[in-house]
């Protein structure tokens, strides 16, 4: 669940906002590269950030291009 929690609401976001058509491969991994970033210290326990971080849409969002 967390692509709906976590990647879709930025992905479609970003798609929107940047006119994107289709969802590749590479939009996928720089959505994801782009969640893992927002943890600072990864451990065994949190590796992604909490479905509650208002960060979360915004920055995968900026990353669909």
Excluded at 38 to 65: C, G, H, K, M, W
Aim: hydrophobic content about 45%; overall charge negative; aromatic content about 4%.
């Amino acid at each position: 669940q967390i692509n709906n929690s976590l990647a879709f609401p930025g992905i479609f976001r970003g798609a929107l906002d940047h006119g994107v058509k289709k969802i590749t491969d590479q939009h996928k991994l720089a959505a994801a590269e782009a969640l893992a970033g927002l943890v600072e210290n990864p451990t065994a326990e949190e590796v992604i950030p909490s479905p509650f971080d208002e960060r979360v849409a915004p920055t995968v969002a900026r990353v669909i291009t």
